[in-house]
């Protein structure tokens, strides 16, 4: 592993799987000519509509977002995350899994993730959202990807951010960065995202790439925003604010090693 620029992508998606892209696109160039070698994008980057649009679009959604990330991956000779878009589950039209796709830059898949915790919550704003209406739940625990280059990956999605253990089984594998791409609601972001990613940080010792979507998505649909890069002492390296763009930061493995040696809590647990 050695020091590299990290970015996560921060977007408004729409409902117009064509245009988030064009627009993933240029800010993957901007990333890349800023000098980041990893870049992530957020949950959903691909499509941002309604459950029933997104399951009727799922194999169309599914076959770009796939091409599109190995492409902007060999175009630009970077490793690419996309952090979450439906791939429809066989056997069962009325059901698909949010993936996440780690390419690197040849255009090879290293990892695919299917996210195992879903959203069904009632929230104080009068905002309802049942993920498990269309989303089929992974049955599997993220495994770390190791990379030469950048280090050991950890992947997850959005309100994964929510469940330690996911996290701690990473860690147990010797996680570096861990990648938590949200769609986070605006209800619960401005109490709940900062805190939460800092405390996956702090408990890991390790980085978080967290990219993300804000603003307006569709009707009373917004998202917090706030894409942002953690270091493993909790320390916000960069934060995109509310705005698309981007947080970019270093990563560092020697910063990694001084924290781990300031706080050996990793060597300290009792219960694994």
């Not at 997104?54 to 970077?78: D, G, N, P």
């Not at 950890?154 to 929510?162: A, F, K, P, Q, T």
Request: hydrophobic share 40%.
């Amino acid at each position: 592993m050695k020091p590299y620029l990290a970015a996560a992508i921060q977007m408004t998606s729409k409902p117009d799987l064509d245009k988030n892209l064009v627009e993933a696109e240029e800010l993957i160039e901007l990333a890349v000519r800023r000098g980041a070698e990893l870049i992530s994008l957020p949950e959903n980057f691909a499509f941002l509509g309604k459950e029933e649009d997104k399951l009727h679009k799922a194999e169309e959604i599914s076959q770009k977002a796939q091409k599109f990330l190995k492409t902007m991956a060999q175009r630009f000779q970077v490793t690419i995350l996309g952090g979450g878009f439906p791939v429809p589950v066989e056997g069962d039209p009325s059901k698909a899994y949010n993936t996440a796709l780690l390419v690197d830059p040849t255009g090879k898949e290293l990892y695919r993730y299917q996210k195992v915790h879903l959203f069904d919550v009632d929230l104080p704003d009068g905002n309802t959202y049942q993920e498990s209406s269309t989303v089929m739940p992974g049955t599997q625990l993220p495994d770390i990807y190791a990379s030469p280059n950048l280090g050991n990956l950890g992947l997850s999605i959005c309100y994964d951010v929510r469940f330690p253990e996911l996290y701690r089984h990473l860690s147990y594998q010797g996680v570096d960065v861990l990648f938590i791409p949200a769609a986070f609601t605006a209800f619960t972001g401005k109490d709940h995202w900062q805190v939460l990613l800092q405390a996956r940080a702090i408990e890991n010792t390790c980085y978080i790439i967290a990219p993300a979507q804000t603003g307006n998505h569709y009707a009373r649909r917004f998202t917090h925003g706030h894409a942002v890069i953690i270091d493993p002492w909790g320390i916000i390296l960069e934060d995109a604010g509310q705005q698309p763009g981007m947080a970019l930061a270093e990563i560092n493995p020697h910063r990694i090693k001084q924290v781990r040696q300031q706080m050996p809590s990793l060597q300290h647990r009792v219960f694994k």
